[in-house]
């Protein structure tokens, strides 16, 4: 069985036209955004000033680490990393798309939004969530 | 405000200890402090207890403080629990000061306790990774390590620091921690044995990184008229900072917080004479050592290389050994710091005694401290300073 890791976080495409997107907000006045989705701006400091918004699915690898070791769920080596959406926030995400090695990816490069599974739960559950993979071509030496 | 001063510190060694409950390291901690303090332990009037995960550890979710100090012959006196992860006790330390600031108590205890082995390890990570917001943070697998890992990396794309650099200042740490007797690895350690240890994410290695501990740290605070009845060595907390963790600005708070403690003493980072940060990963220091104001990003390898920051040094850091060898016991580490400093403003620091710049020992000492992980920036950032 697939579980989303949370509901209303994302958008997985359902066919190859569908694009896969992010769920966040945006501020209607200052035009912060966040991700996951808030109901306040920590700029304005408004209540009434945020709306739904989608991002992605490009973005820059901010930076990443390599990890040799696992939480439950987990299988190392995987990697962690930060992505800068380009219509949005930082968010912290799985990589995948390269191989689990320092030299598979560089910092500011092209990354793209994949959902995809992150893990198993402790039922065997395979859990949904968003990972970012390298562009090819894009950005890359 | 009326000023807070420090007249007694102690702490139950850093380590692991299965025959030992939370409650049993609460007691040695709380009464070394008093007997360093000489005090009458009648007198406190009240105490700030803090303490992250020992609702996941030992099932103790409320009243921590309570049945804690309780063991430790505390009944009646008001007793506040205080939680903010890594953070929790220079949290405690920090209420501590503004109560008897206020002129509320003149006698007031904080105490820092952490129970981490538990004979079952899962356990223990199951309870530390709710440091980060766990539903998101959690749900996708966040580790500490990587947050280190990440901003190290980030560092190395722009002002050149390397994996030996991180080596470095891992040896100068645990050669401290092997001075140090309450630490939980005594064990010196040469930059290639760092080196050449398993890789847990690159850049670091597994003696660069901090492993779980148990331990317990406490501290006498007291008004100026009780300090000078026990002691003729006034140290004072000349400042406390609290900031929670940004998202919005250049800052993720860290620097806002060093700024906030520079200007309630009165002082800048050109002043400070010793300095214990937070190194849960022990290359972290240099990016406190940058976020504090302490030196530049783009020195701190020439600096390394000097000894800048080690015992003999202009500015040592981590004389305890950091969190990496004293060990770290979250709820305890933030005290543990406090104790450190305090030790060395005296002159009690034993064989890593550092020497002060304009007296025997430092007079002007700075503890860095934070704690948890909420999208993007730490939870709690606090940045504590003493003066004699």
Same mark, same amino acid.
């Given at each position: 069985m697939k579980l989303p890791l949370k509901e209303g976080l994302f958008h997985q495409p359902e066919s190859g036209q569908d694009k896969p997107y992010l769920i966040g907000s945006r501020c209607s006045v200052c035009g912060y955004t966040s991700f996951p989705k808030k109901e306040v701006c920590l700029k304005c400091l408004r209540d009434d000033t945020m709306e739904e918004a989608r991002f992605g699915p490009y973005a820059t690898l901010d930076s990443f680490a390599v990890m040799q070791v696992a939480p439950p769920g987990f299988f190392p080596p995987y990697i962690q990393g930060y992505v800068k959406l380009n219509d949005g926030p930082k968010v912290f995400t799985l990589i995948t798309g390269c191989e689990p090695k320092e030299d598979a990816l560089q910092l500011g490069e092209a990354m793209e939004l994949v959902i995809d599974k992150i893990r198993e739960d402790e039922n065997g559950h395979e859990i949904i969530g968003w990972k970012f993979k390298p562009v090819t071509g894009r950005g890359r030496p | 405000m009326r000023e807070a001063f420090i007249i007694g510190v102690g702490m139950h060694k850093f380590g692991k200890f299965l025959d030992k409950g939370l409650r049993e390291l609460t007691k040695v901690a709380v009464w070394e402090a008093i007997h360093d303090a000489a005090i009458d332990p009648k007198l406190i009037e009240a105490a700030y207890f803090g303490n992250a995960q020992a609702g996941l550890t030992i099932g103790q979710e409320a009243i921590r403080g309570q049945v804690m100090l309780r063991h430790a012959g505390f009944e009646g006196i008001p007793i506040v629990n205080v939680e903010g992860a890594c953070a929790s006790s220079a949290i405690a330390l920090r209420e501590a000061m503004i109560t008897v600031g206020a002129g509320l108590y003149d006698v007031v205890l904080a105490v820092g306790a952490e129970k981490m082995y538990l004979n079952d390890t899962a356990k223990s990570i199951a309870a530390m990774s709710t440091n980060a917001d766990v539903e998101l943070m959690g749900g996708m697998g966040f580790q500490f390590t990587a947050s280190y890992a990440m901003t190290l990396r980030k560092y190395m794309q722009a002002y050149g620091w390397t994996q030996e650099l991180f080596a470095k200042v891992a040896s100068k740490s645990k050669y401290n921690g092997s001075l140090n007797p309450y630490a939980q690895y005594q064990k010196a350690m040469s930059i290639g044995e760092i080196l050449s240890s398993r890789v847990v994410s690159w850049p670091l290695t597994l003696y660069m990184c901090s492993t779980m501990a148990d331990g317990a740290a406490a501290a006498i605070v007291c008004s100026k008229k009780i300090a000078r009845r026990y002691t003729t060595q006034l140290i004072s907390i000349a400042a406390s900072s609290l900031r929670s963790g940004?998202?919005?600005?250049?800052?993720?708070?860290?620097?806002?917080?060093?700024?906030?403690?520079?200007?309630?003493?009165?002082?800048?980072?050109?002043?400070?004479?010793? +300095?214990?940060?937070?190194? +849960?990963?022990?290359?972290?220091?240099?990016?406190?050592?940058?976020?504090?104001?302490?030196?530049? +990003?783009?020195?701190?390898?020439?600096?390394?290389?000097?000894?800048?920051?080690?015992?003999? =040094?202009?500015?040592?850091?981590?004389?305890?050994?950091?969190?990496?060898?004293? =060990?770290?016991?979250?709820?305890?580490?933030?005290?543990?710091q406090i104790a450190e400093l305090v030790w060395q403003m005296r002159g009690n620091a034993g064989a890593r005694q550092v020497r002060g710049r304009s007296s025997h020992h430092p007079r002007i000492a700075l503890a860095q401290n934070s704690g948890g992980y909420v999208e993007g920036s730490p939870a709690a950032l606090t940045v504590t300073i003493l003066k004699t």
């Open positions: - | 940004e998202v919005t600005g250049e800052d993720d708070g860290q620097k806002r917080a060093a700024q906030e403690a520079y200007t309630m003493a009165g002082l800048g980072p050109e002043d400070i004479e010793v +300095a214990e940060v937070h190194d +849960a990963m022990a290359p972290g220091e240099l990016f406190r050592i940058e976020k504090l104001g302490f030196c530049k +990003a783009e020195d701190i390898s020439h600096r390394v290389d000097e000894g800048y920051f080690s015992l003999t =040094g202009r500015l040592p850091v981590n004389t305890s050994g950091g969190l990496t060898s004293r =060990g770290h016991p979250i709820g305890a580490t933030g005290l543990g």
